[in-house]
């Protein structure tokens, strides 16, 4: 499998970003997702997950309200996007995917390249 991840970048304290993760290599709803984000302090922070389907997404306290996890199973692309963006959230952004949804990054088997997402205040 393999997974691109797009759409990082630099903005200011209260805007928007929305990340795109499109997997190739396997039939995409056989595929849970998850995103996961790197900082100097933590390697593997746990953002939000998704499940096959769609049906069922979970987030991390830290951004449950202000985020959302989607994917289109059509295009085979999942999205963050991701509102009120605060300086915290300063990190390069991962996505994952695995056999089933969860918020330990060591159940995922792929990983995309990272795309850096960098909130001045």
């Known amino acids: 499998v393999q997974l691109q991840a797009s759409g990082g970048g630099l903005v200011q304290a209260g805007d928007s970003l929305r990340l795109s993760c499109t997997a190739s290599?396997?039939?995409?709803?056989?595929?849970?997702l998850g995103w996961f984000r790197r900082t100097p302090e933590k390697e593997h922070d746990f953002v939000a997950h998704i499940t096959r389907s769609g049906e069922t997404t979970n987030y991390s306290d830290s951004v449950k309200g202000r985020f959302t996890i989607s994917r289109d199973n059509t295009k085979n692309t999942m999205y963050l996007q991701m509102n009120s963006l605060k300086p915290e959230d300063t990190a390069v952004y991962y996505c994952a995917a695995g056999p089933y949804a969860s918020r330990r990054f060591d159940v995922y088997n792929w990983w995309g390249q990272g795309t850096l997402v960098t909130v001045s205040s």
């Open positions: 290599g396997r039939t995409f709803t056989t595929l849970a």
